[in-house]
């Protein structure tokens, strides 16, 4: 897992075609690389929003007490774990119409490798400033962006002619799908918390 997060980062090209190479499955995807690196901008949110706080202006720090912060992190993980299968799904359709016709199973491994860059960004969020946790954000998005570029046509098997629109079509998908996952985990954040570990 670690091999592909630092051949991803150091050397996307080279990794793309090691990862052609292994054919694993969705459920080895999951187990060996989407369930921890999820875990690391919850975790990293965890331990800010309850010991440092979010800094919004000179205004004192808004701590959350561990069990907020918990009841968030969990909803924000489960919705996390379900993007990457939503936008692998996307990526199907939309490739659909070109003639390599990548598998469900291959577009849902590309997806989980593409948000690599995101699940890193969430490392800033041990110290939640609002404008270094946004630019981590759009650092990971722009790198994400240049994965799939990369990864379209050596993974998915669609030209970079074609893989342009993809690309395109892709991210602004997902920065809708980033913007609900946000939207929902403040909505659960400031009134499902309590309630969701309330009912467990």
């Excluded at 919705?79 to 990548?102: D, E, F, K, T």
């Excluded at 110290?127 to 799939?148: F, R, V």
């Amino acid at each position: 897992m670690l091999a592909h997060v630092w051949g991803l980062m150091a050397h996307p090209n080279r990794e793309w075609k090691q990862i052609q190479s292994e054919r694993e499955t969705i459920t080895h995807l999951y187990a060996h690389h989407v369930l921890l690196m999820a875990a690391v901008p919850v975790i990293c949110a965890f331990i800010g929003t309850t010991t440092v706080g979010w800094h919004i202006g000179d205004t004192r720090p808004i701590l959350l007490t561990p069990l907020d912060a918990l009841g968030a992190g969990i909803a924000f993980y489960i919705i996390i774990l379900a993007a990457v299968s939503l936008m692998g799904y996307v990526i199907h359709r939309m490739a659909r119409r070109y003639s390599s016709h990548p598998s469900l199973r291959r577009c849902v491994i590309f997806a989980g490798y593409v948000a690599t860059p995101m699940f890193l960004a969430g490392l800033v969020a041990v110290y939640p400033l609002i404008w270094l946790c946004l630019l981590a954000g759009i650092i990971g998005l722009c790198y994400s962006a240049y994965l799939l570029y990369l990864g379209i046509p050596a993974f998915l098997g669609i030209s970079h002619e074609e893989g342009f629109i993809v690309t395109g079509a892709t991210l602004g998908i997902g920065v809708l799908v980033l913007e609900a996952m946000l939207a929902v985990t403040v909505l659960v954040w400031g009134y499902g918390a309590r309630w969701l570990l309330g009912s467990v």
